[in-house]
């Protein structure tokens, strides 16, 4: 099953440094649709849960990120909703790629957690599971 995985920088970097998700419990957004319009759906959601995970993390730069990945379906639990929640500790091997905000987009995701409207989000950044370590240096 792919899921889309709202993570902050530090997740992801202790993803980088131990080679999984540093835990397990992870809420992730299925693909429900195998469409691009579906894709598109579970990485805006995640990402808006990234935007959520930053507020309990002050020392993560201020960028939402996103993984990817192909889990089997034992690994989950499904929660009201349509989410899920992951049972065990995602291998970096499983990631498919990672969406991030680029480092220009700092601005907007501070005013965005200070409620502030500003200007729009944007896209975030495709990057493959071998750019990791690069993307969190």
């Known amino acids: 099953m792919r899921v889309y995985i709202p993570v902050t920088f530090v ?3 202790r993803a980088a440094d131990s080679g999984a998700l540093p835990s ?7 693909l429900d649709d195998d469409s691009e319009e579906g894709e598109y759906a579970a990485l805006a959601a995640a ?4 935007l959520i995970a930053l507020r309990s993390e002050p020392e993560a730069p201020r960028r939402r990120a996103v993984v990817v990945a192909n889990v089997p379906e034992e690994w989950i639990d499904t929660e009201p909703g349509g989410t899920v929640v992951l049972t065990r500790r995602v291998p970096v091997e499983r990631f498919v790629a990672v969406y991030a905000d680029p480092p220009e987009s700092t601005s907007r995701v501070v ?3 200070n409620g502030r409207d500003g200007e729009p989000l944007g896209d975030m950044l495709w ?3 071998q750019e990791l370590t690069e993307l969190v240096a």
Do not use: I
């Open 11 to 13: 997740g992801l970097r």
């Open 24 to 30: 397990s419990g992870w809420q992730a957004h299925p």
């Open 47 to 50: 990402a808006d849960h990234s």
């Open 111 to 113: 005013a965005a957690l």
């Open 127 to 129: 990057f493959a599971r």
